[in-house]
Protein backbone atom coordinates (compact mmCIF):
# COMPACT_ATOMS: atom_id res chain seq x y z
CA UNK A 1 0.00 0.00 0.00
CA UNK A 2 1.33 3.46 -0.81
CA UNK A 3 2.15 5.83 2.22
CA UNK A 4 0.90 9.88 1.21
CA UNK A 5 2.19 12.15 3.53
CA UNK A 6 2.87 9.77 6.56
CA UNK A 7 -0.92 8.21 6.26
CA UNK A 8 -1.88 5.21 4.54
CA UNK A 9 -5.29 5.16 3.39
CA UNK A 10 -7.92 3.06 4.22
CA UNK A 11 -8.43 -0.04 2.06
CA UNK A 12 -10.77 0.62 -0.53
CA UNK A 13 -11.77 4.22 -0.39
CA UNK A 14 -10.28 5.23 -3.48
CA UNK A 15 -9.90 8.97 -2.59
CA UNK A 16 -13.29 8.80 -1.14
CA UNK A 17 -12.23 10.32 2.41
CA UNK A 18 -11.84 12.97 0.79
CA UNK A 19 -14.28 13.41 -1.84
CA UNK A 20 -17.26 12.70 -0.48
CA UNK A 21 -16.85 15.65 2.20
CA UNK A 22 -15.90 18.17 -0.21
CA UNK A 23 -19.38 17.35 -2.15
CA UNK A 24 -21.43 17.45 0.68
CA UNK A 25 -19.78 20.60 1.39
CA UNK A 26 -20.48 22.05 -2.08
CA UNK A 27 -23.92 21.19 -1.96
CA UNK A 28 -24.28 22.47 1.27
CA UNK A 29 -23.04 25.73 0.44
CA UNK A 30 -25.62 25.66 -2.52
CA UNK A 31 -27.87 25.34 -0.05
CA UNK A 32 -27.05 28.18 2.47
CA UNK A 33 -26.95 29.86 -0.65
CA UNK A 34 -30.21 29.26 -1.88
CA UNK A 35 -31.95 29.74 1.77
CA UNK A 36 -30.69 32.89 1.90
CA UNK A 37 -31.49 34.05 -1.07
CA UNK A 38 -34.87 32.78 -0.78
CA UNK A 39 -34.71 34.78 3.25
CA UNK A 40 -33.26 38.10 1.85
CA UNK A 41 -35.00 38.41 -1.41
CA UNK A 42 -38.28 35.96 -1.80
CA UNK A 43 -39.76 37.89 -4.73
CA UNK A 44 -36.27 37.98 -7.18
CA UNK A 45 -36.07 34.37 -5.84
CA UNK A 46 -39.33 33.67 -6.76
CA UNK A 47 -38.99 34.85 -10.40
CA UNK A 48 -35.69 33.75 -11.03
CA UNK A 49 -35.53 30.12 -10.07
CA UNK A 50 -36.68 28.05 -13.22
CA UNK A 51 -40.41 27.18 -12.99
CA UNK A 52 -40.63 28.11 -9.40
CA UNK A 53 -43.72 30.31 -10.90
CA UNK A 54 -45.40 27.13 -11.91
CA UNK A 55 -45.95 25.65 -8.31
CA UNK A 56 -48.35 28.39 -7.60
CA UNK A 57 -48.53 32.24 -6.29
CA UNK A 58 -45.96 34.21 -4.85
CA UNK A 59 -46.11 33.72 -0.85
CA UNK A 60 -43.17 35.71 0.85
CA UNK A 61 -44.15 33.70 3.93
CA UNK A 62 -43.87 30.68 2.60
CA UNK A 63 -40.27 31.42 0.67
CA UNK A 64 -38.82 32.43 3.50
CA UNK A 65 -39.94 29.52 5.43
CA UNK A 66 -38.45 27.20 3.23
CA UNK A 67 -35.20 29.24 3.01
CA UNK A 68 -34.70 28.58 6.76
CA UNK A 69 -35.22 25.14 6.19
CA UNK A 70 -32.51 25.26 3.12
CA UNK A 71 -29.95 26.99 4.96
CA UNK A 72 -30.66 24.22 7.80
CA UNK A 73 -29.82 21.43 5.39
CA UNK A 74 -26.83 23.42 4.17
CA UNK A 75 -25.34 23.29 8.02
CA UNK A 76 -26.49 19.51 8.24
CA UNK A 77 -23.77 18.98 5.24
CA UNK A 78 -20.97 21.68 6.26
CA UNK A 79 -21.17 20.19 9.37
CA UNK A 80 -21.51 16.37 8.51
CA UNK A 81 -18.23 16.67 6.48
CA UNK A 82 -16.31 18.08 9.22
CA UNK A 83 -17.63 15.80 12.34
CA UNK A 84 -16.81 12.70 11.39
CA UNK A 85 -18.30 11.29 14.15
CA UNK A 86 -21.84 12.47 13.47
CA UNK A 87 -21.22 12.71 9.61
CA UNK A 88 -24.13 10.04 9.34
CA UNK A 89 -26.57 11.70 11.58
CA UNK A 90 -26.31 15.15 10.07
CA UNK A 91 -26.24 13.90 6.33
CA UNK A 92 -29.41 11.85 7.08
CA UNK A 93 -30.88 14.68 8.34
CA UNK A 94 -30.90 17.73 5.46
CA UNK A 95 -31.96 14.56 3.27
CA UNK A 96 -34.78 13.59 4.90
CA UNK A 97 -35.86 16.95 4.34
CA UNK A 98 -34.66 16.47 0.56
CA UNK A 99 -36.32 13.66 -0.08
CA UNK A 100 -39.77 14.60 1.70
CA UNK A 101 -39.62 17.85 -0.59
CA UNK A 102 -38.96 15.66 -3.78
CA UNK A 103 -41.63 13.14 -2.83
CA UNK A 104 -44.14 16.45 -2.65
CA UNK A 105 -43.54 17.98 -5.91
CA UNK A 106 -43.55 14.74 -7.27
CA UNK A 107 -47.67 14.14 -5.64
CA UNK A 108 -48.16 17.87 -7.11
CA UNK A 109 -47.20 16.39 -10.85
CA UNK A 110 -49.66 12.85 -9.92
CA UNK A 111 -52.70 15.01 -8.90
CA UNK A 112 -52.55 17.68 -11.58
CA UNK A 113 -51.13 20.78 -9.94
CA UNK A 114 -48.21 21.19 -12.39
CA UNK A 115 -47.75 19.08 -15.86
CA UNK A 116 -45.29 16.50 -16.18
CA UNK A 117 -42.96 18.86 -17.56
CA UNK A 118 -42.33 19.98 -14.49
CA UNK A 119 -40.25 16.96 -13.21
CA UNK A 120 -37.64 17.89 -15.68
CA UNK A 121 -37.72 21.62 -14.68
CA UNK A 122 -37.18 19.89 -10.99
CA UNK A 123 -34.70 17.27 -11.74
CA UNK A 124 -31.19 19.17 -10.95
CA UNK A 125 -32.59 21.21 -7.96
CA UNK A 126 -35.09 18.82 -6.13
CA UNK A 127 -35.32 15.46 -7.72
CA UNK A 128 -31.73 14.53 -7.91
CA UNK A 129 -29.88 16.64 -4.42
CA UNK A 130 -31.83 13.44 -1.96
CA UNK A 131 -30.37 10.67 -4.45
CA UNK A 132 -27.03 12.51 -3.60
CA UNK A 133 -27.91 13.04 0.02
CA UNK A 134 -29.02 9.05 0.80
CA UNK A 135 -25.61 8.13 -1.14
CA UNK A 136 -23.81 10.59 0.99
CA UNK A 137 -25.13 9.06 4.27
CA UNK A 138 -25.02 5.30 2.86
CA UNK A 139 -21.10 6.28 2.21
CA UNK A 140 -20.70 7.62 5.66
CA UNK A 141 -22.61 5.07 7.56
CA UNK A 142 -20.80 2.17 5.82
CA UNK A 143 -17.46 3.84 6.35
CA UNK A 144 -17.83 4.46 10.28
CA UNK A 145 -19.24 0.56 10.69
CA UNK A 146 -16.70 -1.02 8.73
CA UNK A 147 -14.47 -3.51 10.37
CA UNK A 148 -10.91 -2.93 10.88
CA UNK A 149 -7.83 -4.06 8.56
CA UNK A 150 -4.75 -4.96 9.91
Not at 39 to 68: C, E, K, S
Not at 95 to 117: M, Q, Y
Request: charged share 10%; with cysteine; hydrophobic share 50%.
Amino acid sequence: MVELAGKTPARGSGGSHRTIPILASILGLGAIANGLFMLVDPVNWYFAVPGVTNTGPFNQHFIRDIGMIYAFVGLCYIAGARVKSNRTLLWSVGTVWLAGHALFHIWEVSVGICGPRQLLIDFPDVLLPPFIGAAMSAWAHAIRHRPATM
